[in-house]
């Protein structure tokens, strides 16, 4: 009988949902063996080594939750020797992963799945100082917008979205209050690199990009389903204007920068402490080097 695993966050503000349209649902699916695998408390590295402990050839993962959840199958289904299949729904504040495989229900993904609705994903791979550090599917920031995520995990914030607080315009409000109450911070050493070029003070913001949104709202590429390339963006964002400018061409267009292939390094001089965020999971790490290529194994994901 095939094997279906649902991965869910039980500390998820979503949580009660998840259990009425996802879990009970697929429990009671027609021809599947369900199990569930709950995320803990702990690093995505450490809950993806958990989930890998209990796949099977052939497993059907459905991954129930926000950026975050999907983030620990992403790096499990990239870890594991085992040919499983990936689906994502989205239960999250900006759900880019789901919206990038096309967003559908727990009954239209089991259709999806029995057509053979499925397409090879190619990560984005990161290293910390010459040594592996995560997978991300749809993107990693490092800077002011890296920081911003942090408002997102405050008590006040996930209060308000269990109360039922939800919305692009709420979650526009919260970033721009922490924006106004921390542009004056030092994001990025002025001793940054990239590629060995020396920057300056010319970036507060990197932003490598494989998906086509980046927090729902800013356009980069449909560069998930491509081997070699991805979108590299960055630029002086501390300037109310400059963040304007690039906030209204990332919506309208596309965010400004380039598509790029190999490996981009970040560098500093001198040990720095940086927010690496990975599609709304974020470190604060100390090191000398961050480098992002995209990596050669691809996964199967469920599209619709």
Not at 138 to 159: H, L, Q, V, W
Not at 235 to 261: A, Q
């Amino acid at each position: 009988m095939q094997r279906l695993i649902i991965v869910y966050n039980p500390y998820s503000s979503k949580q009660a949902k998840i259990q009425k349209e996802v879990i009970e649902p697929l429990q009671n699916a027609s021809g599947y063996q369900v199990g569930k695998f709950a995320i803990r408390q702990i690093p995505v590295e450490e809950n993806a080594k958990n989930l890998i402990r209990v796949l099977m050839d052939g497993d059907l993962v459905v991954i129930a939750g926000g950026d975050g959840s999907a983030t620990v199958g992403i790096n499990a289904a990239m870890m594991t020797d085992k040919d499983i299949t990936l689906g994502v729904l989205g239960y999250g504040n900006f759900n880019d992963m789901a919206r990038m495989l096309g967003e559908s229900n727990c009954q239209q993904l089991l259709a999806d799945y029995e057509a053979h609705n499925i397409q090879k994903m190619y990560p984005l791979e990161s290293y910390i100082d010459g040594k592996f550090y995560k997978y991300a599917a749809c993107y990693f920031t490092i800077g002011m917008f890296a920081e911003s995520t942090e408002e997102f995990n405050a008590k006040d914030t996930r209060d308000n979205l269990k109360k039922g607080k939800k919305g692009m315009i709420y979650s526009i409000w919260k970033l721009a209050r922490w924006y106004f109450k921390n542009k004056k911070k030092s994001f990025l050493p002025s001793d940054i690199h990239m590629d060995d070029e020396p920057m300056g003070n010319k970036i507060s913001d990197v932003m490598f990009v494989n998906s086509p949104t980046v927090a729902k709202i800013m356009k980069g590429g449909k560069y998930w389903c491509q081997p070699r390339v991805y979108h590299l963006s960055y630029g002086w964002l501390k300037s109310f204007f400059r963040l304007i400018g690039f906030m209204v061409c990332s919506l309208l267009h596309r965010m400004p920068g380039e598509e790029v292939s190999g490996t981009t390094k970040i560098t500093f001089l001198n040990p720095a402490k940086i927010e690496i965020q990975a599609e709304g999971e974020y470190d604060k790490i100390l090191l000398n080097e961050f480098a992002v290529k995209k990596a050669v194994k691809s996964i199967k994901v469920v599209v619709h």
